[in-house]
């Protein structure tokens, strides 16, 4: 079966760096686009960044533009999120997510919302302290 496995959370202060890994098996790796989204206590899960499947197009959203970088290396089957400048509202549990999407250097139609994708992974905390 699909498994997505994402590991690099932590704790950090205001301003560090952080960079998160996902590992899937089970799937035809470069035939799905790639997402992180992450969910804050009490809030919506929220998409942040996806990557198509041959790694040519991406979207971030507002919040992490200029800050977080998505990247796949698809002879290891993983995809990861470099986050830069972190703030206390980046803290949340981020998890990665798979839509399938045959199309290797196009996004999904749709891709921003939850229900988008097929496949998560179980979650990292990240945690931004002052």
């Known amino acids: 079966q699909v498994q997505l496995v994402e590991s690099g959370g932590g704790t950090v202060q205001v301003g560090d760096s952080l960079r998160l890994s996902c590992t899937a098996s089970g799937l035809a790796f470069t035939t799905y686009a790639l997402g992180w989204f992450r969910q804050a206590p009490g809030k919506d899960r929220e998409f942040v960044a996806i990557?198509?499947?041959?790694?040519?197009?991406?979207d971030s959203a507002d919040s992490v533009k200029d800050r977080f970088t998505i990247s796949r290396d698809n002879d290891k089957n993983t995809v990861y999120l470099q986050m830069n400048s972190l703030k206390p509202e980046d803290t949340a549990v981020y998890y990665c997510?798979?839509?399938?999407?045959?199309?290797?250097?196009?996004?999904?139609?749709?891709?921003?919302?939850?229900?988008?994708?097929?496949?998560w992974g179980q979650g990292t905390q990240v945690t931004v302290s002052l």
């Open positions: 997510a798979a839509e399938r999407w045959t199309y290797l250097h196009t996004l999904p139609f749709s891709y921003s919302r939850p229900s988008d994708y097929a496949h």
């Open positions: 990557l198509s499947g041959g790694g040519s197009r991406t």
